[in-house]
């Protein structure tokens, strides 16, 4: 079942519904029990976000070769499903989407295992959309940089001193470097011209940058049933987001004595930190981040080529804004 945010956008949900059942055939792991938690994982409601950027950039193009376009975008889906069972061995993260973690039930040794054999798995599907050198250089390129940013991520584990900048840098790298990809790759492979193309990647990262800043702000917004994870699991791991780092700024001396405590902050800690960041605005100050952010992204798509699928582009970026959906 496609999710509801795409009743919106029919095409895109017509080739999103086709896609479902293509990626539940494409994954074939040698462990039957983790084959199928991660189907689970596939089938739990995730909004296919990336796919259905790629498709609406393919828009942009004259080569519509749908068996071209589904390999495509089930590289990008399970490019990154493998990101988020790595996310979770890293956060030790019980639930994603609600469905219990591949760690959590068969231990972190195979839930690695299970994410690096869906990178293989995204490497077929890239094969079958191109054997250009360049392009398969781009995927390495853009794989590398997602993973360098989960390691970003651990070097900046429980410091205090976890600047703004640090933080771009990092999502830049995991994220929001993978909404580029999902962007670009939907112009290149429908043969869109090379303005549209470097179009389509600043356009990503923008959107990619602003909704990880929206998923932070949700964390400390207790909303688990809109992020479908424990709340204030980041925190609890060590992983201090815009909302707390924009807080922090000009009361470090309120937050010390939580933090100092690092993995042994009990839950009580964990919500008065929680309620600190949003005593000194800073979920507010994340927020007014984000949609500087998604404004950037919507003058983006006002450079593209006036197409309808135009309109259709803001209308989701607008809609992610809220994350309601």
């Not at 390129?141 to 205090?160: N, V």
């Not at 917004?221 to 922090?248: C, F, H, R, W």
């Not at 100050?285 to 949609?291: E, G, L, V, Y």
Request: aromatic content about 8%; some cysteine; glycine content about 6%.
């Amino acid at each position: 079942m496609v999710h509801k945010l795409w009743h919106q956008f029919p095409q895109v949900e017509a080739q999103l519904k086709a896609l479902q059942p293509y990626l539940m055939e494409t994954v074939k792991l040698p462990n039957q029990p983790i084959q199928d938690q991660v189907l689970a994982l596939l089938q739990s409601g995730g909004k296919l976000l990336r796919p259905g950027f790629f498709y609406l950039f393919s828009e942009f193009g004259d080569q519509h070769d749908d068996d071209l376009l589904r390999a495509g975008a089930a590289s990008l889906e399970l490019l990154h499903v493998a990101t988020l069972i790595h996310d979770d061995v890293i956060d030790r993260s019980p639930l994603r989407r609600g469905v219990t973690t591949i760690h959590t039930l068969y231990g972190s040794r195979n839930a690695v295992y299970a994410g690096d054999y869906l990178f293989t798995i995204y490497f077929k599907e890239v094969l079958k959309t191109t054997h250009e050198l360049a392009a398969l250089q781009l995927n390495v390129q853009s794989m590398r940089d997602i993973l360098t940013g989960e390691l970003e991520q651990m070097k900046l584990s429980y410091k205090r001193t976890v600047t703004e900048e640090d933080y771009f840098h990092e999502i830049s790298g995991k994220t929001a470097r993978l909404f580029w990809l999902s962007c670009r790759q939907g112009a290149v492979l429908s043969h869109s011209d090379e303005t549209v193309t470097q179009l389509a990647g600043e356009i990503g990262m923008t959107i990619g940058k602003a909704y990880q800043i929206l998923d932070d702000i949700l964390d400390y917004d207790g909303q688990s049933q809109k992020t479908q994870k424990p709340v204030l699991e980041d925190l609890k791991s060590g992983v201090y987001s815009l909302p707390m780092i924009l807080a922090m700024k000009d009361a470090k001396h309120a937050f010390k004595p939580y933090l100092a405590k690092k993995g042994q902050m009990t839950a009580a800690d964990l919500q008065a930190v929680s309620q600190l960041v949003v005593r000194y605005d800073g979920v507010k100050k994340a927020q007014a981040k984000a949609s500087k952010l998604t404004q950037q992204a919507l003058n983006l798509i006002d450079q593209l080529p006036e197409l309808p699928v135009k309109a259709d582009l803001k209308q989701l970026t607008l809609l992610l804004l809220k994350r309601d959906e």
